[in-house]
């Protein structure tokens, strides 16, 4: 991607400032979602792999104040974006950016290490190449598109990156759900899913997995998000979440 106009958007209610493209793929409800999954504890260190500007690595960082993260990026531009907002938000300190391919396994001596992590968040590209028309620009395109083996790839580098029982979390679509659990079972265990529904009586759209590396606790499907409720509004739930109040909460 080349150099693209910018602009600076408000987010988790305006607890950071975040530069985007103006064009293209714009963070909203997933990022806030993702971001809200984890609370790390002091010192641990999380990978938000796909970090785009990174709006959900830097929320979380913003939520857990003394946890440490690495912005994984492929794209350079869009890379630069997101150590930018790092440091317009004042979180350098704690937040790395790395400019490096997740569909490769991590290595010794390479930009990716493996074992290094206490906890991975990603938000992998959503569609199968031939389900929705390619979109006009490269990044648009990446951050959408992929084939099942390159999200298989994303989860074997997190697998590879996460240290015994540090945790793993995503959201995708709903319907990738079986292909999703494939992939992570006998490398994962205790795999929570959390469907997300639009407003209480409609289908999920959005899925919320956390799974811990190594663990052989039984998987649990648990009670939907909703994010709107029948005036159109978000739920309480959702409010606070999109402002960065509260977490997802992982309980049965």
């Known amino acids: 991607m080349t150099a693209t106009e910018t602009t600076l958007s408000a987010f988790l209610g305006g607890r950071l400032q975040l530069s985007q493209p103006a064009r293209g793929h714009r963070v909203g409800t997933d990022a806030a979602l993702l971001s809200a999954c984890l609370l790390p504890a002091a010192g641990e260190m999380v990978y938000d792999l796909g970090a785009g500007i990174g709006a959900a690595g830097l929320g979380l960082a913003v939520r857990c104040l003394q946890c440490r993260v690495t912005l994984v990026e492929i794209d350079p531009v869009i890379a630069a974006l997101a150590a930018g907002n790092a440091a317009r938000n004042g979180l350098a300190e704690r937040v790395a950016t790395i400019e490096a391919d997740v ?3 991590p290595a010794k001596g390479q ?3 493996p074992g290094t992590a ?5 938000n992998p590209p959503f569609h199968l190449p031939g389900t929705i028309r390619p979109a006009p620009d490269g990044y648009r395109a990446g951050a959408h598109v992929h084939g099942e083996a390159d999200e298989e790839a994303w989860i074997l580098c997190a697998l590879a990156l996460l240290r015994a029982k540090g945790s793993l979390a995503l959201i995708h679509r709903a319907d990738a759900l079986p292909r999703l659990l494939a992939s992570l079972d006998r490398r994962f265990g205790d795999i929570r899913v959390k469907p997300v529904q639009p407003n209480a009586g409609a289908p999920a759209v959005r899925l919320l997995i956390r799974a ?5 606790a039984p998987f649990l499907l648990l009670p939907p998000l909703i994010l709107h409720d029948e005036n159109g509004g978000f739920t309480a ?3 606070a979440l999109h402002r960065g109040e509260a977490s997802i909460d992982w309980q049965a």
Do not use: N
């Open 237 to 239: 739930e959702a409010e």
């Open 111 to 113: 930009a990716l290490q």
């Open 212 to 216: 811990v590396k190594g663990s052989r």
């Open 103 to 105: 569909t490769q396994r």
């Open 118 to 122: 206490d906890h991975v968040i990603m």
